[in-house]
């Protein structure tokens, strides 16, 4: 799971701007956005760079069951 919708709101960012500088389709980053899919640990990087912000804060530590 991921926090990037999250961020984008804390940053007042929208997810269209973030699909053109990632160089991908709004699809692409509403699904990571919405958890229905999860980007790539390079896409991560890259989507952590372009917010600036550490990688970290765009994941969610996993609760144990």
């Known amino acids: 799971?991921?926090?990037?919708?999250?961020?984008?709101?804390?940053?007042?960012?929208?997810?269209?701007?973030?699909a053109d500088q990632l160089g991908k389709s709004y699809n692409m980053v509403n699904s990571y956005a919405q958890n229905r899919r999860q980007p790539s640990l390079e896409d991560l990087y890259k989507i952590a760079e372009i917010l600036d912000v550490e990688v970290k804060e765009l994941l969610t530590e996993r609760k144990e069951q």
């Open 1 to 18: 799971m991921n926090r990037i919708k999250d961020v984008l709101e804390q940053k007042g960012i929208k997810q269209n701007w973030l």
